[in-house]
């Protein structure tokens, strides 16, 4: 099979299942992966035969993809803020509105002076692993409560030459953050579980079916159950005038909002994402 045929057979196999933009997104994807292809050189060499081996790869990949499995998932591998990032079904597969949030943290940051953060619930290790790579003046910790996610978190750090420190920890049964290096952090970040069990319905088949739900969703009846945690260790553990950011439900924002001035956070600041949603919250904490 040739790869304009193959090209064909995708779009033919997809086409009842995900839009055409995708589709080639799929494919490009599965050339530069599996057969080091760059987009100009499936032009160049579209009647060049795929070997047999490959083919094989190819259309198990394909098969994949029509069962509805996330495209980084198959690959094992994808980007983030312009790096790159081991995925498995033991981490979320990070979002553009995250890179969003990594970006206003990154914006926050004193240029000269160094700086300490932590992220709560670092899944891949998306975000400290962006935040260290492109602000060398910090010391940069992490938690999660899964093992395996922490196995990928470590192994993404190795790969973008970062230095972070990760932790196993169950942020809901956890009283201090003592356990870290770091007594006292001038920046506390996370993008915690909020999708509420009645927001399934909108969530696709393929992050429904493959994502870790623990990662994803809470309770109808709490939904801001971690956010209300991590703000009271956020309380106890930040320098004065330090900084917390979320990301957030965007059906929740003035909720989550409401609930930070509560606990006694100020200068709170409500932002929305690309889709023009409410998507992160910055807060200030100046009783450290």
Avoid at 143 to 148: G, H, L, W
Avoid at 160 to 176: K, R, W
Wanted: aromatic content about 8%.
């Amino acid at each position: 099979m040739t790869i304009h045929t193959f090209k064909s057979f995708v779009t033919t196999t997809l086409t009842p299942l995900f839009p055409a933009t995708e589709i080639e997104t799929f494919f490009f994807l599965l050339m530069e992966e599996l057969l080091g292809m760059q987009r100009i050189d499936t032009v160049l060499k579209a009647s060049e035969e795929i070997s047999t081996d490959k083919l094989v790869a190819l259309k198990e990949a394909l098969k994949r993809l029509e069962e509805e499995e996330p495209i980084q998932y198959i690959l094992g591998t994808t980007e983030f803020y312009g790096l790159p990032f081991i995925v498995t079904p033991d981490t979320l597969i990070p979002r553009p509105e995250t890179e969003e949030l990594v970006t206003w943290v990154l914006e926050s940051l004193s240029p000269t002076e160094n700086t300490t953060i932590l992220d709560i619930g670092t899944g891949s290790g998306c975000i400290p692993i962006a935040l260290k790579k492109k602000a060398k003046n910090t010391i940069v910790s992490a938690i999660d409560v899964s093992k395996e996610a922490l196995v990928i978190a470590e192994k993404n750090a190795l790969k973008n030459e970062t230095n972070i420190q990760f932790h196993q920890a169950d942020i809901l049964a956890t009283s201090s953050l003592s356990f870290t290096n770091t007594e006292k952090f001038d920046v506390i970040v996370s993008n915690p579980p909020y999708v509420r069990e009645l927001e399934k319905a909108e969530i696709s088949n393929n992050v429904l079916q493959n994502e870790p739900h623990l990662a994803l969703f809470v309770s109808n009846e709490n939904p801001l159950l971690f956010y209300s945690k991590i703000a009271e260790l956020a309380a106890k553990h930040l320098t004065e005038n330090g900084l917390l950011f979320f990301e957030i439900n965007q059906y929740l924002g003035n909720e989550t909002a409401a609930m930070l001035a509560e606990k006694g956070f100020s200068d709170i600041e409500l932002r929305k994402d690309i889709f023009k949603n409410d998507r992160m919250l910055k807060a200030v904490w100046k009783k450290g």
